[in-house]
């Protein structure tokens, strides 16, 4: 199946998330054949990183939004840990600081768009100035709507730049999130990841589950679009991603850039030097 098709909002598409199942998990895909597919698509992935950085003339910019516990964090070490970090990294945008808030809200976001020959990933997003914002009632709707546009317009214009932008919605059901909840308390390992906030903002999720359809409609765009994952199965979700990301990259027609130098001269200097040292090289 191509979830990128199945998957994707279209530009002026009107999304309603309570008519997407987040319980989905594809009648042809269990999980042991599901993780076998993500670990081909994984592959494929490398393989076009390494195209991608040695080609040096498109980006990959990656967006992971979701509700508390969705996922973002699975999804970059199951999906994205087969990417070398020589080419790729992830930026975290979390509470602005002073100085960020003393500037427009994209300032803090466009350093952090990936250069030719790199992937960017960003756990949590420029998009978190129209979501929380929205939903503490920090801006009000002409301020959410005009900067939605400029949302547009720096992904219309990274775009055009060579950056593919491919943006992911982890889509849990609130039943999960609570389950998630419970394992971060029951399992050492990720108590740290327990905060005062997972139930405070917890309270306010219909809201949220309204500013999120509101935002992704507004921005989803031919050149930027957004993917609506279906998140309750982990296993599912890696493989939707890695699929999108795979294919994504496949159709960029990436190749391995011709050498700069003669190989032909370069192989007799080789033979030459390798002669030389069989030989004992040069005598006094």
């Known amino acids: 199946m191509d979830y990128r098709k199945k998957f994707r909002v279209d530009p002026g598409d009107k999304l309603r998330?309570?008519?997407?199942?987040?319980?989905?998990k594809d009648e042809h895909a269990s999980e042991a054949e599901a993780k076998q597919e993500t670990e081909r698509f994984r592959e494929k992935l490398a393989h076009q990183q390494?195209?991608?950085?040695?080609?040096?003339?498109?980006?990959?910019?990656?967006?992971?939004?979701?509700?508390?516990?969705?996922?973002?964090?699975?999804?970059?070490?199951?999906?994205?840990g087969a990417l070398n970090p020589q080419g790729a990294h992830v930026a975290g945008f979390k509470q602005p600081s002073a100085a960020e808030l003393a500037h427009d809200f994209l300032w803090r976001v466009h350093p952090h768009a990936p250069a030719r020959g790199e992937i960017a990933i960003f756990n949590r997003?420029?998009?978190?100035?129209?979501?929380?914002?929205?939903?503490?009632?920090?801006?009000?709707?002409?301020?959410?709507t005009a900067r939605c546009q400029r949302i547009r317009d720096f992904e219309a214009l990274i775009a055009a730049n060579g950056t593919t932008v491919l943006k992911f919605f982890l889509h849990i059901s609130k039943e999960e999130q609570l389950a998630r909840f419970a394992q971060r308390l029951d399992d050492p390992a990720r108590n740290w990841k327990i905060s005062e906030s997972d139930y405070s903002e917890r309270a306010l999720w219909d809201d949220y589950i309204e500013a999120f359809e509101d935002a992704?409609?507004?921005?989803?765009?031919?050149?930027?679009p957004w993917y609506v994952i279906p998140s309750n199965h982990k296993?599912?979700?890696?493989?939707?991603?890695?699929?999108?990301?795979a294919d994504t990259m496949a159709e960029l027609g990436?190749?391995?850039?011709?050498?700069?130098?003669?190989?032909?001269?370069?192989?007799?200097?080789?033979?030459a030097a390798l002669k030389e040292e069989k030989g004992g090289g040069k005598k006094a």
């Open 254 to 271: 990436l190749a391995f850039p011709a050498p700069s130098v003669n190989l032909a001269d370069i192989r007799r200097k080789y033979h």
């Open 235 to 245: 296993w599912f979700r890696n493989l939707a991603v890695s699929q999108i990301m």
């Open 50 to 80: 390494a195209l991608l950085y040695a080609e040096h003339k498109h980006s990959i910019l990656v967006v992971l939004q979701a509700l508390d516990a969705g996922g973002k964090d699975g999804t970059i070490k199951h999906v994205f």
């Open 17 to 24: 998330l309570n008519k997407l199942d987040p319980a989905y």
């Open 125 to 144: 997003s420029h998009y978190e100035d129209v979501l929380v914002t929205r939903v503490h009632k920090l801006i009000d709707k002409p301020t959410w």
């Open 216 to 224: 992704i409609s507004a921005t989803s765009a031919r050149e930027a």
